[in-house]
């Protein structure tokens, strides 16, 4: 758990870094505004309400289907992240100055 928590802090930042080096000079606050926004709205507020309501789905034996569930669910930001470094990097845009 310690080491999944340790990867996420400091890929974070990492990835907000390249998100943002996408992005043209003038919209990077407002892009780095809007990422932060969603960061918080659909990852770290839905999370606790998930877990509880896996949790108390089974009257509350279902703890740890609950953690394994959201301890899985960045499977899914990897692959979107794949998916953009592929495209970028076929349209050449990662090598634009």
């Not at 080096?21 to 809007?34: F, G, K």
């Not at 309501?53 to 509350?60: M, N, P, R, S, T």
């Not at 740890?64 to 992240?81: G, Q």
Request: hydrophobic share 50%; net charge negative; charged share 10%.
């Amino acid at each position: 758990m310690w080491l999944v928590l340790f990867a996420g802090g400091f890929v974070l930042p990492c990835i907000t870094g390249m998100m943002l080096n996408t992005v043209d000079e003038e919209l990077r606050t407002i892009a780095n505004s809007i990422a932060n926004i969603g960061y918080n709205m659909f990852g770290f507020l839905p999370a606790p309400y998930i877990y509880g309501l896996i949790a108390d789905y089974g009257g509350g034996n279902n703890k740890i289907i609950a953690m394994r569930f959201l301890m899985s669910l960045p499977v899914i930001s990897v692959i979107f992240y794949g998916m953009a470094a592929y495209y970028l990097l076929r349209d050449g845009f990662a090598t634009k100055e």
